[in-house]
Nanobody, 124 residues
């Protein structure tokens, strides 16, 4: 099992920046992919960014490409999401999730471990 805990959310004006963190504990050696998702009330959870745990491969959702960056410090077992040029439509609860088994990095059904989420609110 892997445990995850997000932090760093808050309120910011459009055009501003935030950095989210995700502290990871447990069987981290078994992680294959680790991703950020977000959910807005009334909408399905949306894929934001993914990173292979052991390696440098990253992927981003179309709506955040060029603005968000996913990084991780493997020595600290921490995942980050640097969010720049924030827009009101980025307002959501952001979740980090770890995938230990098969499945696509963008498919929330493939992720068995989730954090509790952190709220990001972007005002215009």
């Amino acid at each position: 099992q892997v445990q995850l805990a997000e932090s760093g959310g808050g309120a910011v004006q459009a055009g501003g920046s935030l950095r989210l963190s995700c502290a990871i504990s447990g069987r981290t050696f078994s992680i294959r992919w680790i991703s950020w998702f977000r959910r807005t009330p009334g909408k399905e959870r949306e894929f934001v960014a993914a990173r292979i745990w052991y390696g440098d491969t990253t992927y981003y959702g179309d709506s955040v490409k060029g603005r968000f960056t996913i990084t991780r410090d493997i020595t600290q077992n921490t995942l980050y999401l640097q969010m720049n040029s924030l827009k009101p439509e980025d307002t959501a609860v952001y979740y980090c999730a770890a995938k230990l088994g098969p499945g696509d990095y963008y498919d929330e059904r493939a992720f068995g471990s989730w954090g509790q989420g952190t709220q990001v609110t972007v005002s215009s």
